[in-house]
């Protein structure tokens, strides 16, 4: 019996350290390298320096449109840097709209290490020198997120009160996620990481956009359904076809009509 005790403790011990080494290194894939930038792709662009709350020194691209009628502060997913977002950046821009893309803490150029709570702040931190820096009115800030950075942008979303909220491919929560990827573990007393998104989104009363793909193969299309089943009115709902990195650029001429449709029923300022 003490033999088996032994072997059990063993094999929850190393579980618990594979999610811990999961939680470091299966959430976030930074990369430094800045491998184009605007300029680089035809752009005017402002490359900026600014700080969250607990230091940290953060690196973003303020890329203006021609004619401008709002701003989108654009919180990516969880791999790369703000320099494999120009083609959705491109996107944004010919739809009137300036974009403040910016990396995460231990992304690109930004300083520090990857944390839940540390994201948290970084996207405070962007939208602080939006509204604090260029003086905009919250009334001409969208936030939209994709991936993580979609539950990053909900997160953002209830504390701030911005025009609106776009959220591209967001999971319901880390837990949900961990119970897809781990079912027979018991990750709900393992899991430090919330990302609670369907909690979140609940508090959030300005119109809502949810984007997701039917065939994503990452996050299933049921958290989106969720996100959007819990969310309060107004809020509008767009599923999509193709993997979780596809379906934008399959049916791009379509997503761009679904932002200009959404962003020209809400009261932008």
């Given at each position: 019996m003490l033999t088996?005790?032994?072997?059990?403790?063993?094999?929850?011990?190393?579980?618990?350290?594979?999610?811990?080494?999961?939680?470091?290194?299966?959430i976030y894939f930074p990369t430094k390298e800045i491998e184009l930038?605007?300029?680089?792709?035809g752009l005017e662009f402002e490359d900026i320096y600014f700080y969250s709350s607990d230091g940290v020194k953060?690196?973003?691209?303020?890329?203006?449109?021609?004619?401008?009628r709002a701003t989108v502060l654009f919180c990516h997913g969880n791999a790369g840097n703000i320099s494999h977002r120009i083609e959705v950046i491109d996107v944004f821009l010919r739809l009137g709209l300036d974009v403040f893309i910016y990396d995460y803490r231990g992304y690109g150029r930004s300083q520090g290490n990857p944390s839940e709570e540390g994201l948290y702040l970084?996207?405070?931190?962007?939208?602080?020198?939006?509204?604090d820096k260029r003086g905009l009115n919250?009334?001409?800030?969208?936030?939209?997120?994709?991936s993580i950075g979609a539950n990053i942008a909900v997160e953002l979303c209830s504390?701030?009160?911005?025009?609106?909220l776009i959220s591209d491919s967001a999971f319901t929560s880390a837990l949900d996620m961990g119970k897809k990827l781990f079912p027979f573990l018991p990750i709900k007393w393992l899991l430090s990481v919330k990302y609670?998104?369907?909690?979140?989104?609940?508090?959030?009363?300005?119109?809502k956009l949810i984007i997701h793909s039917e065939d994503d193969e990452i996050i299933p299309f049921q958290h989106g359904k969720r996100l959007y089943e819990a969310a309060p009115e107004p809020k509008e709902f767009y599923p999509m076809r193709g993997g979780h990195n596809e379906a934008l650029y399959m049916a791009m001429e379509d997503f761009t009509k679904r932002i200009d449709s959404f962003l020209r029923g809400i009261r932008l300022e």
């Open positions: 088996g005790a032994l072997v059990l403790f063993s094999l929850l011990a190393f579980f618990f350290l594979y999610l811990k080494y999961f939680e470091r290194k299966g930038t605007p300029e680089e792709a953060l690196n973003g691209w303020y890329i203006p449109a021609q004619e401008s970084d996207a405070q931190a962007a939208y602080n020198y939006l509204i919250e009334r001409s800030v969208v936030i939209y997120g994709k504390k701030v009160k911005p025009a609106a609670d998104a369907l909690s979140r989104i609940k508090e959030i009363t300005i119109p």
